[in-house]
């Protein structure tokens, strides 16, 4: 590089804090960091799921009932490495660690942050509430306020109640006149910032990370429960007038008003039947013939309590024979590697996070469809 007094660490240390500040899911739930040990792409982890007490009236002639605090663990597989890698000979033209701020590492933390968010995200597949129409945005405060029946619904802790939402819904919310009319209560900052805010006791947020599900049904007309279920089965099979194509995880069946998401892919139908569809939660008694709704391909935005989804990480091990640094701070780690590529005859420059992600209690999630 052009400039031989910036190091890798200068690398690093420029780059962390610019990567958490795109970061929009992974900041918003549970983090598990721990910089005891280094890790690689693979490695299973035990998180400690945060604990749920209940609290109970006081009995003045019983007096009081003590509770256990039982600490139960979930593994989180690091299954994910987002990474941003450039050839030295890119970077000749910077002179200064502000030219490479500029050149490379605002737009790297930036990519970074673009890619954990997406994977983060891909949890909506676990989360079986629902609000709202496949296919129809969110655009009203209506919106706002089904997500938050839901989750009261569900018992979710009021504090910390955090939504997020695709570019289209965030533009609909966003030229809402009891948004756009901020000032009339004291704050401009949705007029300013083009944030949505704080509404109805949840912060919302934009991300383009928010996914579109697809579903692998072509046609689904008259569909039925084939044959009766059993209270507490994660199972049953799926009949249909005219039924062909495949579940696949993340979509969603309606049986009486209830949703419930498919956990696995399923077989192709065959004479417009579907054998074996796997979902959560456990289901009712249901008598055969009874009547189900698939809503089909949407967009999965996303409400919840922190306490819902875990963002795992951990420090990358440091490769042998090659110059690197590792930091890290607010629970994320980020590593900056400097080497060499024999087979292509150039110098690297490589910044890297390892992470995974895991849903804790689904419960306290709604997927709001658009």
């Not at 790297?108 to 945005?137: F, H, M, P």
């Not at 956990?263 to 004479?271: K, P």
């Not at 919840?304 to 110059?323: C, K």
């Amino acid at each position: 590089m052009a400039n031989s007094f910036v190091t890798i660490k200068d690398f690093a240390r420029a780059a962390l804090p610019r990567l958490i500040d795109h970061l929009v899911f992974p900041n918003l739930i549970h983090k598990d960091y721990s910089d005891d040990y280094s890790a690689m792409k693979g490695d299973t982890i035990q998180v400690r799921k945060p604990v749920v007490l209940e609290a109970r009236d006081f009995d003045p002639d019983q007096g009081v009932s003590t509770q256990d605090i039982v600490e139960t663990t979930v593994d989180v597989t690091l299954d994910k490495i987002a990474t941003v890698d450039v050839g030295i000979e890119a970077l000749q033209g910077a002179t200064s660690i502000d030219d490479l701020t500029r050149v490379f590492i605002d737009p790297a933390a930036a990519a970074l942050a673009e890619k954990i968010n997406r994977d983060g995200l891909k949890l909506y597949q676990d989360v079986y509430q629902t609000v709202g129409e496949a296919g129809v945005t969110p655009s009203t405060l209506s919106a706002f306020a089904s997500v938050r029946k839901a989750l009261n619904q569900s018992k979710a802790p009021v504090s910390g109640r955090c939504a997020v939402w695709d570019p289209e819904a965030d533009a609909a919310f966003t030229a809402l006149d009891a948004i756009v009319h901020a000032e009339k209560s004291g704050s401009t900052q949705a007029l300013r910032e083009g944030s949505i805010g704080r509404v109805m006791g949840m912060d919302h947020y934009m991300s383009q990370g928010v996914c579109r599900h697809e579903t692998g049904i072509t046609a689904a007309e008259g569909v039925k429960v084939k044959t009766a279920v059993s209270a507490g089965s994660s199972a049953l099979s799926l009949t249909g007038t005219s039924l062909t194509g495949k579940l696949v995880k993340g979509d969603l069946i309606v049986v009486d008003g209830k949703s419930y998401t498919v956990t696995e892919d399923t077989a192709a139908a065959a004479s417009n039947s579907i054998n074996t569809v796997k979902v959560a939660p456990a289901l009712p008694a249901l008598a055969a013939n009874t009547a189900v709704t698939l809503p089909g391909s949407h967009t999965a935005n996303l409400a919840f309590h922190p306490m819902a989804f875990a963002f795992v990480t951990r420090p990358l091990t440091a490769p042998g024979g090659v110059e690197s640094y590792v930091t890290h701070y607010n629970g994320v780690s980020l590593r900056v590697v400097r080497g060499y590529d024999m087979q292509h005859k150039r110098e690297m420059l490589s910044m890297d996070v390892l992470y995974g992600f895991r849903t804790l209690y689904p419960e306290l999630a709604v997927r709001a469809l658009g």
